[in-house]
């Protein structure tokens, strides 16, 4: 693919800039030429633009796709190979995790940076990054994936959570330390997890405790709120009821997200529309990351009853996982994996659950190509889109903003 201007050279007006992307084909659609103008699609280049031209070789056109969940700052890769030891539940796991960050000899923010540009490079636009605030680290996984979004400002959109994975009642000194990451600037949202089981305290008033914190600090400093919740049944179904209620009476619809959500993926029929409805209602929204046929959410119905949700990668190789590699293709591949789809159209939705569905929730504008939508997209050799979901081609181009960033899986 060539990188070239026009024969006749550019045409100059004052603040107008435009690339033509020639001879692509959005969706696997007929061929098209996609004209970027100040980083936004149009209908045509205005006149007197400086004017770029780039030959897209008849490939597909699909939008860039936005990873809602993953974690940057725990990952090992491009480290030497760690070898993970029999783990047991959150604590067992979380000690592991003090293990491997102290094993490894890469700082944070080089290996968060590492990893969010592999991700840009395969496709990622935008990402909703945790970083564990704990006191095994005090801030260093806050200030370190900071960095590393700072250094690919342009290339990728990052929003930082700062996520208390030890706990608010187990790890003293925990809450502390959200209150300084909010009060630091740096981060997006606070976090939560598991308040009724994993962080519960004394088993009454723990989960109270965790919630109080964790909304207070959100209300207090204008942030959002995501909250990891694992549990399933009653002890999952509990605590997201409470969320909703202090969603609603904080005025903070549109804010909140439950993570992995668990529990919501056990139920069908009428508990799950009930469900969906408390959700929709307080306009919580929920993330999957396609772990298993059992725990991936139902987004689909979710989203016909209002419930916005996300896809996301977790963890990538680190203490928790070998697997995982930040590339969300593959990532919509896995959820069509496990939720056994075959269909032109299941496949597509999986899809539009990583362009659309992750955009809604990080609150993007929608790049579905057309004009007046962001120009993020990428280029890739392949039929329709389906067959790209299944056939994972390379990214041979990757577009932020109209202007390229990646070239056959590499930042350039």
Not at 69 to 81: Q, S, V
Not at 98 to 110: D, F, N
Not at 147 to 157: F, N, T
Not at 262 to 288: N, Y
Request: with cysteine; charged share 25%.
């Amino acid at each position: 693919m060539t990188n070239h201007t026009a024969d006749a050279g550019p045409r100059t007006v004052a603040g107008a800039s435009a690339t033509v992307f020639r001879d692509v084909r959005p969706f696997g659609g007929p061929a098209v030429d996609l004209v970027a103008v100040d980083g936004v699609l149009a209908d045509a280049v205005p006149d007197g633009a400086v004017v770029e031209y780039v030959d897209g070789g008849g490939r597909l056109a699909l939008p860039t796709l936005v990873d809602t969940h993953i974690h940057p700052d725990k990952t090992a890769w491009g480290e030497p190979w760690h070898s993970r030891r029999p783990a047991r539940g959150i604590a067992e796991y979380v000690a592991g995790d003090v293990e491997l960050h102290r094993a490894l000899p890469t700082p944070v923010a080089e290996r968060a940076r590492r990893l969010m540009a592999h991700a840009a490079a395969q496709g990622t636009r935008a990402m909703r990054a945790h970083a564990d605030v704990a006191p095994a680290y005090g801030l260093k996984g806050v200030i370190g994936v900071a960095e590393a979004r700072e250094k690919l400002r342009g290339v990728i959109d990052v929003q930082l959570v700062a996520f208390p994975q030890h706990g608010v009642e187990r790890a003293p000194g925990a809450a502390e330390l959200l209150e300084e990451a909010a009060a630091s600037g740096l981060i997006d949202a606070v976090g939560g997890i598991d308040p009724a089981g994993f962080d519960s305290g004394d088993g009454t008033s723990g989960e109270n405790r965790q919630l109080d914190l964790v909304f207070g600090i959100a209300e207090r400093h204008g942030l959002a709120i995501d909250i990891h919740l694992h549990d399933v049944g009653e002890r999952g179904l509990g605590p997201l009821r409470d969320i909703a209620a202090r969603t609603e009476a904080l005025g903070l619809r549109g804010k909140v997200t439950i993570s992995h959500a668990f529990a919501v993926a056990a139920l069908s029929g009428r508990e799950l529309d009930a469900t969906a409805d408390l959700l929709a209602s307080a306009d919580i929204a929920l993330t999957t990351v396609a772990p298993s046929a059992k725990t991936v959410l139902p987004f689909r119905q979710l989203a016909e009853r209002g419930v916005r949700v996300g896809l996301g990668s977790d963890g990538v190789r680190d203490n928790w996982s070998p697997y995982g590699n930040a590339d969300m293709l593959h990532r919509v591949w896995l959820l069509g994996w496990t939720r056994g789809v075959r269909l032109d159209e299941e496949l597509e939705a999986c899809f539009r659950l990583a362009a659309d569905g992750g955009a809604e929730l990080l609150g993007l504008p929608k790049a579905d190509l057309r004009p007046g939508a962001p120009a993020d997209f990428m280029l890739v050799e392949g039929e329709c889109l389906p067959q790209v979901v299944i056939d994972l081609p390379r990214r041979d181009v990757v577009v932020r903003a109209g202007r390229v960033v990646a070239r056959d899986g590499r930042l350039v």
